[in-house]
């Protein structure tokens, strides 16, 4: 006779706790699903083609056809970290039947695609941000990272990769154009050369929680994954010498667990980082223009070129890094125009709407509905 889900239960749980399951999650599940629900977390993502774990078995999964139609955006998808509900049929398929709360969805806009946005992934506790000190190092782009991470309420954390290749004077520059900038972020030296900083990476991993890896192309982001798990389980690429860019490696998002219980989560190299119209990540990373903008004349003051306005006073007089207050008002902008192409396509969709009803309510009218 087959076990009762009662009697699975407690198995079930600690594979799905070795996943990444909070007691939120948990209690959430217990009050809201039916007892005969089977849960899963995304563990890869390839062109809508996904693969789900329950801690004990993988399953080769898709959406339902409802899901696909029923879906206004991006974020009706399922995304690497989200957890699922499934229906398994075969030895190692699934149909994946809905998408379970999340905790966090860490989304930049759709490269291309204006007023869209694409996920990098979900249910995120800490993000390791990975620039190559020898030469990807730029504050302006650690801002919007760092931007998209607070919008998202996950935590920061820069990994400066490739230390072995720059000198102590240049490491010392770097810091110090972060300090310019007032910028309070947590921060690692590393070289997976060397293995100099990989101690601390892992010192900051606790078990159950759930951390991603994020940065451009060819910064060393799954070199350092493959150090965490000491195996290749990535391929790995370097910066091109001719370009000064990164060669694409990482062709699609994937979930690992590691010996010490922490789970991460890989993402392919990101050239482009554009912002959605989420404007608390942007008021939390330049946190010193916010609080200035308390002082400007008008409160609702667009710091460009009004009177009375503290914060380019306070640029003025060297108070506030100009180069970090162009960057604010360039991303500011950018979150506008993300915001107006949204409301402009909602717009559209309404108009679309109403011709759609009016044409069947004639239809109707004249007898041919």
């Known amino acids: 006779m087959s076990a009762t889900r009662a009697e699975k239960v407690p198995g ?138 607070y919008s998202a309420a996950i935590e920061p954390v820069l990994v400066l990769s490739k230390i072995d290749l720059v000198s102590g004077d240049e490491v010392a520059e770097a810091m110090s154009a972060i300090e310019k900038r007032g910028r309070e972020v947590r921060y690692i030296l590393l070289s997976n050369m060397t293995g100099e900083g990989v101690d601390k990476v892992i010192s900051l991993m606790q078990k159950g929680l759930t951390y991603c890896v994020i940065g451009s192309s060819g910064v060393g982001k799954s070199t350092l994954i493959n150090t965490l798990l000491q195996r290749e389980a990535l391929r790995t690429g370097a910066i091109s010498s001719s370009t000064n860019k990164g060669r694409h490696v990482t062709e699609h998002r994937e979930l690992f667990l590691l010996d010490n219980g922490s789970i991460i989560i890989d993402t392919p190299g990101m050239k482009e980082l554009g912002l959605t119209d989420d404007s608390e990540g942007l008021s939390t990373t330049f946190g010193d223009i916010q609080k200035l903008s308390a002082e400007c004349r008008y409160p609702d003051c667009r710091h460009v070129s009004e009177s009375g306005c503290a914060v380019r006073d306070a640029v003025e007089k060297g108070v506030i890094s100009r180069e970090s207050y162009e960057n604010y008002l360039k991303m500011m902008r950018e979150q506008e125009r993300y915001a107006t192409t949204v409301a402009e396509k909602r717009r559209k969709e309404k108009q679309f709407g109403k011709l759609v009803k009016t044409y069947h309510r004639i239809k109707r009218e004249n007898g041919e509905g």
């Open 12 to 149: 079930e749980k600690t594979a799905l706790r070795e996943l990444g399951l909070t007691q939120e999650m948990d209690s959430y599940i217990s009050d809201n699903l039916p007892p005969q629900s089977q849960i899963g977390r995304v563990i890869r993502e390839h062109r809508e083609r996904y693969a789900v774990s329950d801690g004990e078995n993988e399953f080769d999964a898709e959406i339902t056809g409802n899901m696909r139609y029923s879906a206004v955006s991006r974020k009706d998808f399922p995304a690497v970290g989200d957890w699922v509900t499934i229906t398994p049929y075969g030895p190692d398929q699934a149909i994946i039947n809905g998408i379970l709360p999340r905790k966090s969805l860490l989304a930049r806009q759709a490269v291309g695609k204006p007023g869209e946005i694409q996920i990098i992934s979900s249910n995120i506790d800490c993000a390791f941000i990975v620039q190559a000190i020898s030469n990807n190092f730029n504050t302006n782009r650690l801002e919007r990272y760092l931007t998209i991470c």
